[in-house]
């Protein structure tokens, strides 16, 4: 497995959630990692990510400021925490490895998918 998500789970509106991503050191070494989401009847939309070295990050405007997204490069590890969760945010979210050293902004810039992890919120 190259890419495996874990972290997520149902929690209360307001809360938090981590997730995590393992990845194989082929693909992580030298890309840009990232999470999207999808909930359902909606298409796969992109959250937050982040260049190879950590030294940039992106988000989209739905999750700044209550998410932040993460990196530890000696462990192949990829990071997404979420606080102030909303109803909005439950999906199935999904780890992803970049075409490029830069973090991913799109699906198409894409190269490997990790399996979903569900995040559920109840209000």
């Known amino acids: 497995v190259q890419l495996q998500a874990s972290g997520g789970g149902s929690v209360q509106a307001g809360g938090s959630l981590r997730l995590s991503c393992a990845a194989s050191?082929?693909?992580?070494?030298?890309?840009?990692m990232g999470w999207f989401r999808q909930a359902p009847g909606k298409e796969r939309e992109f959250v937050a990510s982040i260049s190879y070295n950590g030294g940039s990050t992106s988000y989209a405007d739905s999750v700044k400021g209550r998410f932040t997204i993460s990196r530890e490069n000696g462990k192949n590890m990829v990071y997404l925490q979420m606080n102030n969760l909303k109803a909005e945010d439950a999906a199935v979210y999904y780890c992803a490895a970049s075409r490029t050293s830069y973090g991913p902004a799109a699906a198409r810039s894409v190269s490997y998918w990790g399996q979903g992890t569900q995040v559920t919120v109840s209000s």
């Open positions: 050191r082929r693909l992580f070494s030298n890309n840009g």
